[in-house]
Nanobody, 129 residues
Framework: QVALVESGGGSVQAGGSLRLSCTTSGFIYSRACMGWFRRGSGKQREAVAAIDSEDTTAYKDSVKGRFIIARDNAENTLYLQMNSLEPEDTGMYYC???????????????????????WGQGTQVTVSS
């Protein structure tokens, strides 16, 4: 049974940092293309970052230089280090897995959420000004 469980969310002031984790099971993690998405209040879910099986990464423009996506294949865990957080980063953060071998990014952009096969339940990030 596939499972993705996010953790590490919380409330911080603008300029602060958080590190999100996503522990996974039930699929061959090392071969999966993994992504982080977020949904702000009243907004559609949007792609934040992605990393493929060869550690190639892609980011949403507004988080480039502030967020770092990384994976630990030995622990089947995905991370998102978020620095210099802004109120606009507030939202529910989800990790997702693409397990059929397709690239989850195109150029420097993360591809549509429709591409991803499995999702976690999310962890809330709140950034106050």
């Amino acid at each position: 049974q596939v499972a993705l469980v996010e953790s590490g969310g919380g409330s911080v002031q603008a300029g602060g940092s958080l590190r999100l984790s996503c522990t996974t099971s039930g699929f061959i993690y090392s071969r999966a293309c993994m992504g982080w998405f977020r949904r702000g209040s009243g907004k559609q879910r949007e792609a934040v970052a992605a990393i493929d099986s060869e550690d190639t990464t892609a980011y949403k423009d507004s988080v480039k230089g502030r967020f770092i996506i990384a994976r630990d294949n030995a622990e089947n865990t995905l991370y998102l280090q978020m620095n210099s957080l802004e109120p606009e980063d507030t939202g529910m953060y989800y990790c997702a897995a693409e397990v059929t071998g397709r690239d989850c990014y195109s150029g420097s952009k993360v591809r549509s959420e429709a591409l991803f096969n499995y999702w976690g339940q999310g962890t809330q990030v709140t950034v106050s000004s």
